[in-house]
């Protein structure tokens, strides 16, 4: 949030899919969640494939001329498994975006300490 009260958050789903869960299982049952996984991409867009894939919307975020307030950039993959940027508006209470960035800096401040 800047001083003046314009909101940019960035998201970034499919991380989950590309690497988190495929972290948490046993080696045996991974060619299976990737078999999966391309089998419902298709039909579910947020599951990007890659962590490139994935990372586009933050790409795309910072090489933006100007910064955009109460925007939303979603990293998509089309059913053929190119990637592609979604934004879209935000609309949320200004308190709770002060709430989200205040807990954050807490946890940064926290890490930083340690």
């Keep these: 949030m800047t001083s003046d009260g314009r909101m940019s958050y960035i998201c970034d789903p499919g991380t989950f899919s590309s690497n988190i869960t495929l972290s948490m299982v046993p080696a045996f049952f991974k060619i299976f969640l990737?078999?999966?996984?391309?089998?419902?991409?298709p039909f579910q867009s947020k599951l990007t494939r890659s962590p490139k894939n994935a990372m586009q919307s933050i790409l795309y975020a910072y090489n933006q001329d100007e910064?955009?307030?109460?925007?939303?950039?979603e990293s998509l993959t089309s059913w053929n498994g190119s990637p592609y940027v979604r934004e879209g508006d935000l609309n949320l209470p200004r308190d709770l975006a002060e709430t989200a960035w205040e807990k954050m800096d807490n946890i940064y401040s926290r890490i930083k300490s340690e």
């Design 34 to 41: 990737l078999i999966f996984f391309f089998i419902v991409q």
């Design 67 to 73: 910064p955009a307030a109460n925007k939303k950039y």
